[in-house]
């Protein structure tokens, strides 16, 4: 199982203070939520931060693009020093050549679904991913609850995975906390984005610290 902290709502004025905390506490991966107003109501940040944040963690920078367009950006993003590069179904006509683009850049490819979309839409690039990144809540905002009915598509990945030759990891994104990880875990998730449940609290290391224990004696 993975970790991965979101820095949405880390507090930005000691974001260098916010991410040494979570990987104090034993974090996997910096989950870095790029939005741009468009594909998504909200905006947070490019490249430059990924570029800012790679010589202060030795994190895996795991970026969430939630862009119009994303093969626009792809270069830039491997430059800056993502590690990883999910990108949205449905913000490009053409996320297989999208995706082959991130992997051409050195880069680990991950697909991302929004609730409401299905996983046939996805079906064609499972072969070519790393990652892929069932969000559990809509995109745009920290701090929202978890959607229940996305766990139907957790175990269905996890048995594509069970029957096929595919070798991506199941991210779960959205309103993870104590409760809702079991459930995730238990569906067959891997890597789990949290961003509320973590900066919302006084001790963000403990808290990264309690969610690994909560899957660790999980049967
Ligand atoms: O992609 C996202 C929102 O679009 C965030 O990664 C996600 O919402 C994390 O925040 P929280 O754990 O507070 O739900
Ligand atoms: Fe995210």
Redesign the pocket.
């Known amino acids: 199982m993975k970790i991965a902290p979101?820095i949405?709502?880390a507090d930005y004025a000691n974001l260098a203070r916010d991410v040494q905390a979570v990987e104090t506490g034993g974090a996997d991966y910096l989950?870095v939520?790029v939005m741009d107003g468009q594909f998504?109501p909200n905006i947070t940040f490019g490249p430059g931060m990924v570029a800012a944040l790679r010589p202060i963690t030795k994190l895996a920078l795991d970026c969430?693009l939630?862009i119009e367009a994303p093969e626009r950006y792809i270069a830039e993003f491997a430059k800056a020093g993502a590690d990883i590069l999910t990108l949205h179904v449905e913000s490009t006509p053409h996320i297989y050549r999208a995706l082959q683009m991130v992997k051409d850049a050195g880069v680990k490819a991950g697909v991302v679904v929004n609730p409401g979309t299905p996983l046939e839409m996805i079906k064609n690039v499972l072969p070519l991913v790393d990652q892929v990144l069932v969000?559990t809540?809509n995109?745009?905002?920290?701090?929202?609850k978890f959607i229940p009915a996305m766990l139907s598509k957790v175990k269905r990945l996890d048995q594509l995975r069970q029957t096929n030759d595919y070798h991506f990891d199941i991210e779960v994104?959205?309103?993870?906390n104590e409760q809702t990880i079991k459930t995730c875990a238990a569906a067959g998730a891997d890597v789990f984005?949290?961003?509320?449940?973590v900066y919302g609290a006084a001790a963000p290391a403990q808290q990264v610290q309690k969610l690994r224990n909560v899957v660790a004696t999980h049967d």
Request: glycine letters at 24%; zero cysteines.
């Open positions: 979101s949405l709502n989950h939520d998504v969430h939630m969000l809540v995109p745009g905002f920290g701090g929202q994104d959205g309103g993870i984005v949290t961003g509320s449940y």
